[in-house]
């Protein structure tokens, strides 16, 4: 019997030499699996689907992983307000991860003998996929031709017309990932420090002028309704919004970080509802958490982001950082009201019954009701000894 392997697929070059090299040279009995985290529709999975059984695997299957992606994952990422260097979502990095989980419990679930993929030995994707198999199955091998052959396009698409496959692999300008948490756009302009994206370059376009008015509504920090209409789904929501948001243009950026790998990357980016949703989030934060709460929940979710970029998400600190961030939501309730507009947008405010500036205890520069004038001198005084004793001990000795 031939021995079983389970290829991540997702149709482009390199998973498509993938699953003919195994098949033809390896003489391995190939099935494919793709990991939809939101960022393929109906129509894409089943030209993949169509593909992976035209290079001639045994099977193929579409596992959908979108919810699964959002309650162990999105959601997090909201209530840790994670943006990494403050700026990007982790859009790609946090799908892999979850793309990893769903590929090797299949391969467990078929009893393959090997799982494989077709990453680079360039990226971070390669530890993501590598890491995460062999945590969760030790005991199965992992094959990566197109990393361990070190191959050029024009080989691969070489190889797979001389075998009778015919596709159209034309180089694109850009490479283009899109997910339910953001979109990633890398090439050209993106690999020059100095250069960026043209308007052109961006899978949404704007096509709005003027302003327009949204409201995001939360509940324990999470989203549960978009301009008054509430939706348990909270992937509807996001897609929801996004499908408003992206049509101003907003969301755009440029990334630039440290790779797992100790290189430099550099992409650029468009995450219209998660900028939107973790800004929104973080101002109601501002208005319900105490100051200690919001500190720490910086520090943590910094980490957090920092590990689930960096292939880290098996590891158990990262359940007692979810538990922590989780615990900090309770009072994290209302409505956030946003004005949109062509390639921005403004945070206007919020309405919670939990919003801490709304207290008999004085208005901010106005009017002090719960303390006198002496209480506050008598305090300062106090808050100040310590620096006063420093500076008294520096002139005693100078």
Known sequence: MKQKVLLAFSGGLDTSFCAMYLAKEKNYEVHTAVANTGGFSKEELKVIEDKAYRLGVKSHVALD?????????????????????????????????????AIINYAKKINADFVAHGSTGAGND?????LTFDVLAPGIKILTPTRDMMLTREYEINYLRE?????????????????????????????????????????????????????????????????GKKDKNKVNLINKLEAIANQYGIGRDMHIG?????????????????????????????????KWQQYWKDQLGNWYGMFLHEAQYLEPVMRDIERFLESSQQNVTGD??????????????????????????????????????????????????QMKIYYNVQKRNE
Do not use: C
Request: overall charge negative; proline content about 3%.
């Open 65 to 101: 992983i979108t919810q699964d992606y959002y309650e162990k994952s999105i959601k997090y990422m909201i209530f840790g307000n994670v943006l990494r260097n403050g700026t990007y979502p982790i859009s790609v990095s946090s799908e892999r991860i979850f793309q990893a989980i």
């Open 258 to 290: 440290d790779t797992i790998i100790g290189i430099k990357g550099r992409v650029g980016f468009e995450a219209a509802a998660p900028l939107l949703i973790i800004n929104a989030h973080k101002m109601l934060e501002k208005h319900t958490l105490t």
């Open 163 to 227: 075998h009778g496959f015919e596709a159209d692999f034309t180089k694109m300008e850009y490479s283009i990932n899109k997910g339910l948490w953001g979109t990633s756009i890398g090439g050209k302009e993106t690999l020059h420090s100095e250069q960026t994206l043209p308007e052109e370059a961006y899978p949404s376009q704007v096509v709005k002028t003027g302003e327009e008015t949204v409201t995001i509504s939360f509940e324990k920090g999470e989203i549960t309704a978009i301009n």
């Open 336 to 385: 956030v009201i946003i004005k949109l507009r062509p390639l921005g947008y403004t945070l206007v405010g919020v309405e919670s019954t939990y919003d801490l500036m709304k207290t008999d205890f004085g208005e901010y520069g106005e009017m002090n009701k719960a303390w006198s004038a002496d209480d506050v001198k008598g305090f300062t005084k106090i808050l100040g000894n």
């Open 126 to 130: 390669q530890v993501r996929f590598d």
